[in-house]
C-alpha cells in the first residue's frame, strides 16, 4: 500500500524567535507551507530555509488563514501548526503510522502540552488541552470566528497520544499584550453573537476563571506558575468584560 504524502502548514507573522523550531520539528513532512501575514522581521527569510511554499500577503484573520493555507496544500493529509508549537518525536511516530495506514479516522485530536517559563503545565485544565491538528485534506477546515479557532471535521475523529508542545507565550510581557489583542476580537465576537454583557460579568467572570482554573483544576499543584497563569487568565477575561460591555454600551447609547 502507497504511503499517504504529508503536508503542515503554518501561518506566520513576525515569528522569527520560534518559527525555526517549529520547521525543523516537522521538517521531515513531504511538504511544508508558510503563509506569511507582511511580517517586517527575518520570519520570511528562515521560512525560505526549509521550503520553497512561503506565501506572503495580507491578514485576514486567524480562521480565514489558516484556510487558505489549507487550501494550498497537496498532501493527502494535513498537520496544521502554529510558530509557537513543535511535533513531538512520539506524535511524529503515530502520525507516521495514520499515513501508513491511511486512517482510519478523517481527523484526529492530539493533547497540546502547554510550556510556561519553561516548565510544562500539568494542571488548570491547561492539559490535555485536546486539539483537531491532522486531517484528511478535504476533510477539515477551521471555523470562522475572530479568536480561538478550531477546525470541523466532515467525518470520524479519533485520538493521538503523543503531544504537541506548545511555548505559548515568552513571559508575562507577552500575554498581556496577546490578551489585549484577543480580548478586543473576543468581545465583538461576544456582541456579535447577540448577548448582553452585564457589568456583573466584570466581576463574577473573572472571579469564576480563576476559582476553576486554580481550585477546581488544581492550578495550585504547578506552583507560582499555576497562581500566576490563574490571574493571568482571569485578568483576560476581566478586560473582554469590560470591552464588551464598554462597546455595547456605545451602541445603546448612539
Request: one cysteine or more; a positive charge; charged letters at 30%.
Amino acid at each position: 500500500m502507497t504511503r499517504r504524502r504529508l503536508s503542515v502548514v503554518v501561518v506566520t507573522l513576525n515569528e522569527e524567535e520560534r518559527l525555526r523550531a517549529c520547521l525543523e520539528s516537522a521538517a521531515w513532512a513531504d511538504e511544508l507551507i508558510v503563509v506569511d501575514a507582511l511580517s517586517q522581521d527575518k520570519t520570511v527569510q528562515i521560512a525560505r530555509e526549509f521550503t520553497d511554499r512561503v506565501i506572503v500577503r495580507p491578514w485576514p484573520g486567524f480562521a480565514a488563514q489558516k484556510n487558505f493555507a489549507i487550501g494550498e496544500a497537496g498532501g493527502d493529509w494535513i498537520l496544521s501548526l502554529d510558530a509557537d508549537e513543535l511535533v513531538s518525536p512520539e506524535l511524529r511516530g503515530e502520525i507516521a503510522r495514520v499515513l501508513a495506514a491511511g486512517g482510519p479516522h478523517d481527523g484526529y485530536r492530539t493533547p497540546r502540552r502547554n510550556m510556561f517559563w519553561g516548565q510544562w503545565i500539568r494542571h488548570g485544565g491547561l492539559w490535555p488541552d485536546w486539539q483537531i491538528r491532522l486531517f484528511r485534506r478535504g476533510r477539515g477546515r477551521f471555523v470562522e470566528r475572530a479568536v480561538h479557532e478550531s477546525v470541523d471535521v466532515t467525518g470520524s475523529v479519533g485520538r493521538l497520544e503523543g503531544p504537541l508542545i506548545h511555548r505559548s507565550y515568552r513571559d508575562v510581557s507577552d500575554f498581556l499584550a496577546r490578551a489585549d489583542r484577543y480580548s478586543t476580537l473576543a468581545a465583538e465576537e461576544w456582541l456579535r453573537s447577540g448577548k448582553r454583557a452585564r457589568a456583573s460579568d466584570m466581576v463574577l467572570r473573572p472571579l469564576g476563571r480563576f476559582l476553576a482554573m486554580y481550585v477546581l483544576r488544581r492550578g495550585f499543584l504547578d506552583g507560582a506558575r499555576g497562581f500566576l497563569l490563574a490571574s493571568l487568565y482571569a485578568y483576560y477575561v476581566l478586560i473582554r468584560s469590560v470591552k464588551a460591555w464598554e462597546r455595547q454600551k456605545e451602541s445603546d447609547q448612539g
